[in-house]
């Protein structure tokens, strides 16, 4: 069984259109992130939620609005996609908040390319 | 702004070479990770050192954190095709982890 799942794997979307991606972790974790990776391989934090609350909103556009329904998922919509926005889109958990012992679990990623 | 800085960017070697990357900031860090990215994957955690002069081996892996722990090294011995892929190291500061943008080390046979 996949910890963290997150679908799409693959996403090829035209500019101006709105998508989601969901994910999901079986691991009991109360806290959840997501993260992007741009094409240098650099990896940023964008949100982080505890247990459905938002935690983390570092500067990203309005455009992406993550949602919470329970602690085990964690969606991310984005409206009125760009071509900046082409990247790999990391969802991940860990067992608490982000603490300095934390071992935080990622799911395989969604490559989303924006046309 | 990188917070971290990962050095080479690019290795390639030859099985059973040795190498080192090297993750250096000139900020502290309450605990520093490193993390292995295989294509198509997500990161993996491999180690936390917390410690300043902090010393972690894990089979052929190396891991050390700088005396003022601002800086951290990781260090393969006997390299293998299967150690190919992205590390990333993660450093812990203002209540989260920032990463660097990895070193792609490549293992041919």
């Known amino acids: 069984d996949t910890a963290v799942s997150q679908t799409p794997k693959y996403l090829v979307t035209q500019m101006g259109n709105d998508k989601s991606i969901k994910c999901e972790q079986n691991l009991g974790h109360d806290t959840m992130y997501w993260y992007k990776q741009d094409s240098k391989k650099f990896l940023k934090i964008m949100f982080s939620?505890?247990?459905?609350?938002?935690?983390i909103n570092e500067t990203v556009p309005n455009r992406f609005s993550p949602k919470s329904p329970d602690k085990a998922h964690l969606n991310l919509h984005i409206n009125s996609l760009e071509l900046g926005d082409s990247a790999v889109y990391f969802c991940a958990s860990s067992q608490v908040g982000m603490s300095s012992g934390n071992t935080i679990y990622f799911g395989e990623g969604s490559w989303l390319t924006v046309v | 702004t990188q917070l971290l800085e990962q050095s080479p960017q690019f290795l390639s070697i030859q099985e059973g070479e040795n190498l080192t990357v090297y993750c250096n900031s000139s900020s502290v860090f309450s605990s520093l990770q490193w993390y292995r990215q295989e294509p198509g994957e997500g990161p993996v955690l491999l180690v936390t050192?917390?410690?300043?002069?902090e010393v972690k081996k894990l089979k052929r892996l190396t891991f050390q954190f700088g005396d003022a722990r601002k800086d951290s090294s990781l260090h393969i011995t006997a390299a293998q095709p299967g150690d190919t892929g992205l590390y990333l190291c993660?450093?812990?500061?203002?209540?989260?982890?920032?990463f660097g943008a990895g070193t792609q080390v490549v293992v041919t046979p």
């Open positions: 993660a450093g812990y500061s203002w209540g989260k982890f920032q």
């Open positions: 939620y505890n247990n459905k609350e938002l935690i």
């Open positions: 050192v917390v410690t300043g002069g």
